[in-house]
């Protein structure tokens, strides 16, 4: 997750920009970067390895000049941290230079061309392709603003861009492609910024305008113009951003849990900061504390959580057994801790927690240490209890999570579990180096695929809301790793909506809860294909035989599952490590959209709370 701000008007931009910055600083901070073009057409570049404080110190010693400018505070998924990666980044000839937030993930066939037609690159990041691609399109004749929607054309992934051309004075072109996060244009007298997002922009102007994905802009001192990336003019729209402090917090969302919802992709790209790396392939956990010796030593792998934590711990349990080819086990932390378990010092226990602070978990963690087990906590509150407890944590990085109903937390568990069971597998030699690279170039994808699941069935949740909210009882059925998705999207669905639902496993269904099946019973099945997507269909016919109404998520295009299904939610194809993640985005916009029909406290719902510190 990185920040990007910009500022075109009549004042020197490099204030505004590091003030810009240093409220964006939350969203990364392991160097920063500001480019400016002054009224002789100059382009200047400044960036500092590590606190925006280091950045200040360079432009104090080394001011900017001129009234244009873009920056951008960098959390490192490519290349590490240092002060040739950091952003801004230029093309060879100099006039160009671009900010970016995502994960370029077809650089390496993008960067192997342009190296062939004689580019040269500086930096190990994905992101200095692109304004050598621009520059490119600028020699070919092409006007900077086409050039640059050219350019992000040829982007697989999902990219929020910022850039400037010397040549093209008093003019910033941003884009937003997918989910990598927002871009906000603030309009203010006589000048315009651009932002990651809406609190970065409260103390400038209350008038903005928020690119969807799939729009760029070309902003100026005056204004901007919009349009899609398939070059079609949009018209304007400004909104009024409120000035309570909790309603700017909601960034535009009427309800934090959608606002955490549309932010998965981004924040998933945070938890693989710093971890993945592509050139050659490799997952890099420092944040576990055991040597190689002894990650070969672990015997087995014990995983504890609660709730939408345990879900993910069920999960976590089946990649590591793919990836590490290690017994794993999922257990609810509050049975764990009484069972007196059989665990020691060659056992893994990696208790899972958003809140670092639920008292089932952090019992359950204790008792494993009290039997000499090794341990890990994966928590997304820095310095939590947990944090105290486990031998090394690794944090989820998925930002503060406000709504009770936990979405970001619970995907971004499952990034890290993911990257866990590479680890493990890497290390343990099940994963040999050419299996590594194809896991880092499969979890590059997540970002952009979860994107696109966002971005479809758009207009379909308010119609079924209005059509699902009138039923008692849903039962909710998945497969192998949807399994665990199943048992998820029941949890969210009953406890914001108050709906009662049931997660299984879908061969489960005829041992006893196919007797419920009515035409009364909803079942909402995940049916993508996969390897257990026959089995699947084979269910979906067992429900409508008597008479259930069938939701259905889909792969894109099936049309099998259209006929058999009263209704479908589609999701993009993705490979099957990433499907849990793809799948669990419809599930939760569904919920969250039945339980606004319902009227339900969506943030805050009855009886609920977010930290769970009792027993
Ligand atoms: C459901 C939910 C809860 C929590 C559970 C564990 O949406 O949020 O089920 O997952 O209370 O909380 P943490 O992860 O903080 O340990």
Redesign the pocket.
Known sequence: MCGIFGYVGDRQATPLLLEGLQRLEYRGYDSAGIATVDDRRRLDVRKATGKLANLIGVVQQAPLAGTVGIGHTRWATHGEPNDTNAHPHLGGSGKVVVVHNGIVENYQELKDNLIARGHRFDSATDSEVIPHLIEDLLDQGKPFPEAVRLAALQLKGAHAIAGLHADTPNAIVALRIGNAGGVVVGHGPGECYVSSDLPALVSLTPTVTSLAPGQMAVVRANGCDISTLSGERVPLQKQTMASNPIVAAKGGYRHFMLKEIMEQPEVAMSALRGRLAFDPGSVTLGEVPFTPDVIRSIARVVLL?????LHATQLGARFIERLARLPASAENAAEFRYRDPVVDKDTLVVA???????AD?LEALNEARRHGALTLAICNVPGSQVTRIAHGTMLMHAGPEIG???TK?FTNSLVCLLLLAGHLGATRGHLRDEAVRDLVDTIARMPGLMGQALEMNATAFGPLAAEYARYRRFLFIGRGLLEPIAREGA??FK?VSYIHAEGMAAAELKHGPIALVDPETPVVAIALKDALYEKMVGNIHAVRARKGPVLAIATVGDEIIAEHANHVLWVPAAPPLLAPMVATIPLQLFAYHTAVYCGSDVDQPRNLAK??TVE
Not at 305 to 309: K, N
């Open positions: 959580g609660m709730g939408t934590s899972i927690t958003q809140s670092g602070e639920t978990t009770v109903a936990s937390a949890l969210k406890e930290s769970v």
